[in-house]
């Protein structure tokens, strides 16, 4: 019997060996947890200290040294370059260099000198006002605390968000691994392997998720004392013509991290209070999770209950995040868009009021010694002067192209905010972005039209709407009113009727419009304009042979489409039976329809 002695001995030593591996097995396994959990430890109290941090600084943001320090020396800068572009200005009025006289920049210094000195309070109003409302959410997410607590809303949140409980291994009991001496793990071992890849997991994406939502608060802080230290230098460039994107930059940027401290707080009081309040209810998903314990096992009921209640902390924290950045970005379009109407309209009663003083000493000169007549006989006498100098050769031609120059001025500068709104706002969105971008006044109207016919895509976006022609309507106003439509029509010429006046011929418009594009910006002109007859016979020859030789196939053929649809009708027809606006059509196309049949056209 040595042989079933001999493996007796050999079965009891692989026993052996496999129970110590399934031991070393276990012990490994739990310091892993530990470790985990130890490391996941250190995360979460980095991510609230730094919360802490960074909710502390920006409640003291304009007390900051830093900002009290670095706003003065900007200031004092910022009063320098002041005098300089008074010399400027000066200068400009002497040479009577457009944009830089007294009458368009002078007011302007004067409001922003008076600005410049007081800005900080001026901005300090606006971020008292923010930190009253992230006051209100962190006393409401800590009532039992002072007001201001940070540590204490820290503390709070870290509690209702749970994560610590990933790491509790009180149910995994280390002397139950007895049973696991066999090939096969057994029931303690496989909770400790689930219970293990769910904290990893979850540590990594839910610490993960705190340091971006406290580095997001701490570089809140860090901006807004860059923009508050750049704010007078950011003034000095609203004055300048060539630099206002720069002031409206820094009004985007301010707005910007302005309002993500409160909103941000806002949604994390609501992960609070939903934590708080909802994860003991006895109907909600945590207790309907753990109680059903059927034919599944406890240690599944538990990990699904803790995996469902980090998914919904990790959702509401990265959701918090992304709702945020959303809500500020379109606080900051709505700024930025409402201070181009409002900057208008301060710049023309600036300079109303800013030139009240040197009006005031002409009519008094002039009216030494004479009496003020009426408001309606001064009226009438000047309408019947302006209608008398009219007449006058030299006088009326030099008032007329006074006059008119003064309005090529005004166009030329509202179209150069749009093209600026358009650079600096709508270039580098998504096709998807454009479409949902919330236009606010003219100038943003313009602008999205703009952009939308310069990508061709402006049919696509109307095609959304119920009724194109009612949605394209604001979008035309616009930029009749700001002066655009000779950048829109350069891609979309068939809008030209659009423009045109009561009574004008819309096919007539277009061809002047066609006629205005050169033949390199022939190849910009919008497939959906060719697409139009109008459009296609207004084509001059070299428009034809640029077109021929650099665009696209797509775009040929679409205007060789739309010159043999309406040809080919006209073929059939008897040339006497034509009217003769017929047979002018048929004269253009049938030119055009010959350099297409071309070898150059192919």
């Given at each position: 019997?040595?042989?079933?002695?001999?493996a007796?001995?050999?079965s009891?030593?692989?026993?052996?060996?496999?129970?110590?591996?399934?031991?070393?097995?276990?012990?490994?396994?739990?310091?892993?947890?530990?470790?985990?959990?130890?490391?996941?430890?250190?995360?979460?109290?980095?991510?609230?200290?730094?919360?802490?941090?960074?909710?502390?600084?920006?409640?003291?943001?304009?007390?900051?040294p830093?900002?009290?320090?670095?706003?003065?020396?900007?200031r004092?800068?910022?009063?320098?370059?002041?005098?300089?572009?008074?010399?400027?200005?000066?200068?400009?009025?002497?040479?009577?260099?457009?944009?830089?006289?007294?009458k368009?920049?002078?007011?302007?210094?004067?409001?922003?000198?008076?600005?410049?000195?007081?800005?900080?309070?001026?901005?300090?109003?606006?971020?008292?006002a923010?930190?009253?409302?992230s006051?209100?959410?962190?006393?409401?997410?800590?009532?039992?605390?002072?007001?201001?607590?940070?540590?204490?809303f820290?503390?709070?949140?870290?509690?209702?968000?749970?994560?610590?409980?990933?790491?509790?291994?009180?149910?995994?009991?280390?002397?139950e691994?007895?049973?696991?001496?066999?090939?096969?793990?057994?029931?303690?071992?496989?909770?400790?392997?689930?219970?293990?890849?769910?904290?990893?997991?979850?540590?990594?994406?839910?610490?993960?998720?705190?340091?971006?939502?406290?580095?997001?608060?701490?570089?809140?802080?860090?901006?807004?004392?860059l923009?508050?230290?750049?704010?007078?230098?950011?003034?000095?460039?609203?004055?300048?013509?060539?630099?206002?994107?720069?002031?409206?930059?820094?009004?985007?940027?301010?707005?910007?991290?302005?309002?993500?401290?409160?909103?941000?707080?806002?949604f994390?009081?609501?992960?609070?209070?939903?934590?708080?309040?909802?994860?003991?209810?006895?109907?909600?998903?945590?207790?309907?999770?753990?109680?059903?314990?059927?034919?599944v096992?406890?240690?599944?009921?538990?990990?699904?209950?803790?995996?469902?209640?980090?998914?919904?902390?990790?959702?509401?924290?990265?959701?918090?995040?992304?709702?945020?950045?959303?809500?500020?970005?379109?606080a900051?379009?709505m700024?930025?868009?409402?201070?181009?109407?409002?900057?208008?309209?301060f710049?023309?009663?600036?300079?109303?009021?800013?030139m009240?003083?040197?009006?005031?000493a002409?009519?008094?000169?002039?009216?030494?010694?004479?009496?003020?007549?009426?408001?309606?006989?001064?009226?009438?006498?000047v309408?019947?002067?302006?209608?008398?100098?009219?007449?006058i050769?030299?006088?009326?031609?030099?008032?007329?192209s006074?006059?008119?120059?003064?309005?090529?001025q005004?166009?030329?500068?509202?179209?150069?905010?749009?093209?600026?709104?358009?650079?600096?706002?709508?270039?580098?969105?998504?096709?998807?972005?454009?479409?949902?971008?919330?236009e606010l006044?003219?100038?943003?109207?313009?602008?999205?039209l703009?952009?939308?016919?310069?990508?061709?895509?402006?049919?696509?976006?109307?095609?959304?709407?119920?009724?194109?022609e009612?949605?394209?309507?604001?979008f035309?106003?616009?930029?009749?009113?700001?002066?655009?439509q000779?950048?829109?029509?350069?891609?979309?010429?068939?809008?030209?009727?659009?423009f045109?006046?009561?009574?004008?011929?819309?096919?007539?418009?277009?061809?002047?419009?066609?006629?205005?594009?050169?033949?390199?910006?022939?190849?910009?002109?919008?497939?959906?304009?060719?697409?139009?007859?109008?459009?296609?016979?207004?084509?001059?020859?070299n428009?034809?042979?640029?077109?021929?030789?650099s665009?696209?196939?797509?775009?040929?053929?679409?205007?060789?489409?739309?010159?043999?649809?309406h040809?080919?009708?006209?073929?059939?027809?008897?040339?006497?039976?034509?009217?003769?606006?017929?047979?002018?059509?048929?004269?253009?196309?049938?030119?055009?329809?010959a350099f297409?049949?071309?070898?150059?056209?192919?």
């Open positions: 019997m040595p042989s079933l002695a001999q007796d001995v050999f009891g030593a692989a026993l052996s060996t496999i129970a110590f591996a399934d031991d070393i097995m276990a012990k490994v396994l739990f310091a892993a947890v530990y470790l985990i959990g130890y490391l996941a430890g250190i995360i979460f109290m980095i991510a609230g200290f730094l919360l802490q941090v960074g909710l502390e600084l920006n409640a003291n943001l304009i007390n900051s830093l900002v009290q320090v670095g706003w003065q020396i900007s004092d800068f910022a009063n320098l370059l002041l005098v300089v572009a008074i010399i400027t200005t000066a200068l400009g009025t002497i040479i009577r260099w457009r944009g830089y006289t007294y368009e920049i002078l007011p302007s210094i004067i409001v922003v000198a008076l600005l410049i000195n007081f800005s900080l309070s001026i901005a300090g109003i606006f971020i008292d923010t930190g009253v409302v006051n209100f959410f962190v006393a409401k997410a800590t009532p039992n605390a002072s007001h201001g607590d940070f540590i204490q820290s503390s709070s949140l870290a509690h209702a968000l749970g994560l610590q409980e990933a790491m509790k291994t009180d149910h995994l009991k280390e002397d691994f007895t049973e696991s001496a066999t090939f096969k793990f057994g029931k303690a071992s496989l909770q400790l392997l689930a219970a293990l890849f769910f904290v990893v997991a979850f540590t990594v994406l839910g610490g993960g998720t705190m340091m971006i939502l406290a580095f997001s608060v701490v570089i809140r802080y860090i901006a807004l004392s923009l508050l230290i750049m704010l007078p230098l950011a003034l000095i460039s609203s004055t300048i013509p060539k630099f206002k994107k720069n002031w409206e930059e820094w009004q985007g940027k301010f707005i910007e991290y302005l309002t993500f401290l409160p909103v941000s707080l806002f994390i009081y609501l992960t609070i209070i939903f934590l708080t309040n909802f994860k003991d209810d006895p109907n909600g998903i945590f207790s309907t999770i753990t109680s059903s314990q059927s034919s096992a406890d240690f599944i009921a538990n990990i699904a209950e803790t995996a469902a209640r980090l998914s919904i902390v990790i959702g509401l924290l990265l959701g918090n995040l992304i709702i945020s950045k959303k809500i500020s970005s379109s900051k379009d700024v930025a868009n409402g201070s181009f109407a409002l900057y208008n309209k710049r023309r009663g600036s300079r109303k009021v800013g009240l003083p040197f009006r005031g002409r009519a008094g000169a002039r009216g030494i010694g004479k009496r003020i007549p009426a408001t309606d006989i001064r009226g009438k006498a309408g019947a002067i302006s209608r008398l100098t009219s007449r050769p030299v006088i009326g031609g030099v008032l007329s006074y006059r008119a120059n003064r309005s090529a005004n166009e030329e500068l509202r179209a150069e905010q749009v093209n600026d709104y358009q650079k600096s706002k709508l270039k580098n969105l998504s096709n998807n972005e454009l479409f949902g971008y919330s006044g003219s100038v943003a109207k313009a602008a999205k703009n952009e939308l016919s310069k990508r061709g895509k402006l049919d696509e976006y109307l095609s959304k709407s119920k009724d194109s009612a949605a394209l309507k604001p035309i106003d616009a930029a009749k009113k700001m002066g655009t000779k950048d829109l029509l350069k891609t979309r010429p068939d809008l030209a009727g659009s045109a006046e009561v009574g004008d011929d819309v096919a007539e418009a277009i061809e002047k419009a066609v006629g205005k594009i050169s033949p390199k910006d022939s190849l910009e002109i919008a497939t959906s304009a060719l697409k139009k007859v109008e459009v296609a016979m207004s084509l001059k020859m428009q034809l042979k640029e077109i021929a030789r665009a696209t196939p797509e775009k040929k053929q679409v205007l060789q489409n739309a010159v043999r649809i040809l080919d009708p006209l073929i059939l027809k008897d040339t006497s039976a034509m009217s003769g606006v017929e047979k002018q059509i048929f004269e253009k196309l049938s030119k055009i329809d297409m049949e071309g070898p150059a056209w192919s």
